[in-house]
């Protein structure tokens, strides 16, 4: 899973600071690919489009009457879909800027969102502590065409790959649903999990725990391969990645530090601890989709912030 040579280093010189929300941002995405633009969503009710190269706002999507918490983008990103507050699901078409519709299906805020490898089946994950499976190839669908009821508490994050769908909620689970085989895989972690993520092998999963804790678990057999530490985040979610290649794991905190650790031997990479770099707690890290030396970073404190691996002449060394 990782190169001989090591982990490439975490992009840490600042490229962009976009502070187009109004109050905290919870989530910020790239586009697939090549990923010539990045959507985020906040405590202001809007989804935000921005080219994270130049800085900027390309189209703001209004429609949420409540926070928006998670967002997901199809594979081909001609489309995406939100959740959060409002109880339902908003499906946009990226260009138009219009909700192609609204799945309403849920009795508590939305916290997560994915689409399938085809985007024909959305995932989305709720407070309610259900898992509801929508069809968007049926017209005029109002009801989810499964149900995913396991979870005893707020079910906080998803991934969907391949036939698998894993899960995390607030009960202190990590549920990974066999689609194929009809199966259920759970495994306890002790602590609220707040952010899972499966390796591209789906063999192992990335959990974030209430218990200032990042984990490398097995899937198949539940244990801990490995636990990356140092950073503070037992109060808020936060959401841990893969850095490029999976060759390292990355997580911020709620002191505004990125925390980086090499994924072979759990150790941190870089200063220890690393500067701040946000005001607040951060909320959400994504790593580049391609670009090595590029990730994303969104924080209670309003702002994006576009993270390379050198320094640009729109950026400063943060």
């Not at 689409?115 to 024909?120: H, Q, R, T």
């Not at 005029?140 to 005893?152: F, N, S």
């Not at 202190?172 to 952010?195: F, I, N």
Request: charged content about 20%; overall charge neutral.
């Amino acid at each position: 899973m990782a190169p001989s040579r090591g982990p490439p280093p975490t992009p840490r010189y600042l490229h962009l600071t976009l502070d187009s929300h109004t109050g905290p941002v919870h989530v910020v995405r790239y586009a697939k690919g090549a990923a010539k633009y990045i959507l985020s969503g906040g405590q202001d009710r809007t989804v935000r489009l921005f080219n994270p190269d130049l800085g900027t706002e390309i189209k703001t999507y209004k429609g949420h009457g409540y926070e928006v918490l998670s967002i997901t983008v199809s594979p081909d990103n001609s489309k995406f879909a939100s959740g959060g507050g409002d109880r339902s699901v908003f499906y946009w078409d990226v260009t138009t800027g219009q909700t192609i519709r609204r799945l309403a299906g849920h009795i508590g805020r939305i916290n997560a969102v994915e689409f399938n490898g085809d985007a024909s089946v959305l995932a989305s994950g709720s407070y309610d502590g259900k898992v509801n499976l929508w069809d968007l190839r049926a017209q005029g669908v109002r009801t989810p065409i499964q149900v995913l009821d396991d979870a005893r508490d707020s079910v906080t994050s998803l991934s969907v790959a391949s036939h698998l769908i894993v899960t995390g909620s607030v009960d202190g689970y990590v549920r990974t649903y066999d689609l194929r085989k009809g199966e259920l895989h759970a495994d306890y972690l002790g602590y609220p999990v707040t952010s899972v993520l499966p390796t591209a092998d789906l063999q192992t999963v990335l959990a974030t725990v209430l218990d200032s804790k990042v984990l490398l678990m097995d899937d198949s057999v539940g244990t801990a391969l490995a636990t990356f530490t140092g950073h503070k985040n037992d109060e808020y979610k936060a959401r841990a990645c893969f850095g490029h290649a999976e060759a390292s794991v990355v997580c911020g905190d709620e002191d505004g530090r990125i925390w980086a650790w090499d994924l072979l031997d759990g150790k941190p990479m870089g200063d220890n601890p690393p500067p701040k770099v946000h005001k607040k707690v951060i909320t959400w890290v994504e790593q580049h989709p391609v670009k090595s030396g590029e990730m994303v970073s969104a924080s209670g404190d309003g702002t994006v912030k576009v993270w390379r691996d050198q320094i640009t002449k729109n950026g400063e060394n943060a």
